[in-house]
């Protein structure tokens, strides 16, 4: 199979570079191109970009538990991002609403809309990605989700719906440290490197912290021991209901 892939590989770098040379023609536009003169100076821009040090894990144990973290954060972040820009129109287009019966209408009328559309993703998401999703939302859009909801909504109802995540040991006020808290460190890290390898398109956050020196005082450092704790636990329990 490898020597097939090999042969298929060759074949078609063959043929496209077979391809280019017979279409091989002068440039339409010159405008396009650049000529540099014996002796010149040529000077190119180019994107800034980081390079982070690799992971360090205590053990082969630890990698299966960050890449299993990592799914749960790839596939969390797209929300986040679309409630922020989601949030950063309504914001916008009520700065051009001068009535507050109207403003108030098209709140309500945002507010079932942003509802509808995520409502039934988030009814799929296990606690983890739930957890996950509160704080990249206080990330992407610098409220946490209580007071996004406060803004939107009375205070009252922003406490029931905080008093509904308590159900599942959530917390709508929950904020985002990656400087302090592991979690939000391991969080940050899988976004970095995804961003930074095109899985995911960057929207810069509304938060006011350092990645490059936070993952260099961390040393890279991946600590999963949480993570580890719960599934043995949750062993545990399946353990038991298999004996009952």
Known sequence: M???????IVLISITTFSQEREVDSLPKNIEDYVFVQPGDTLTIQLNEFSIYPKHRFSSKED?????????????????AKLASERL????????????????????????????????????KMTKTEGRILIKLI????????????????????????????????????????????????????????????????????????DYPKIIAERKAEINVEKYKKMFSKQRKKNAKKRKN
Do not use: C, M
């Open 138 to 209: 206080h990330r992407q859009t610098g409220k946490t989700a209580y007071n996004n909801i406060k803004g939107l909504r009375s205070g009252w109802k922003a406490f029931w719906y905080n008093t509904t995540a308590n159900l599942f040991k959530l917390s709508l006020k929950d904020e985002y440290h990656p400087e302090s808290v592991n979690e939000d460190f391991l969080i940050e890290d899988i976004l970095q490197r995804a961003f930074q390898d095109g899985v995911l398109n960057r929207q810069v956050d509304k938060l006011n912290f």
């Open 88 to 123: 950063d129109t309504l914001n916008y287009r009520l700065t051009k609403i001068k009535s507050n019966s109207k403003r108030s209408k098209y709140i309500k009328l945002i507010q079932g809309y942003l509802e509808g559309e995520f409502t039934d993703q988030i009814k």
């Open 63 to 79: 990698i299966a538990y960050y890449l299993w973290f990592r799914k749960k954060v790839l596939k969390v972040y797209p929300y």
């Open 2 to 8: 490898k020597k097939f892939l090999y042969i298929y």
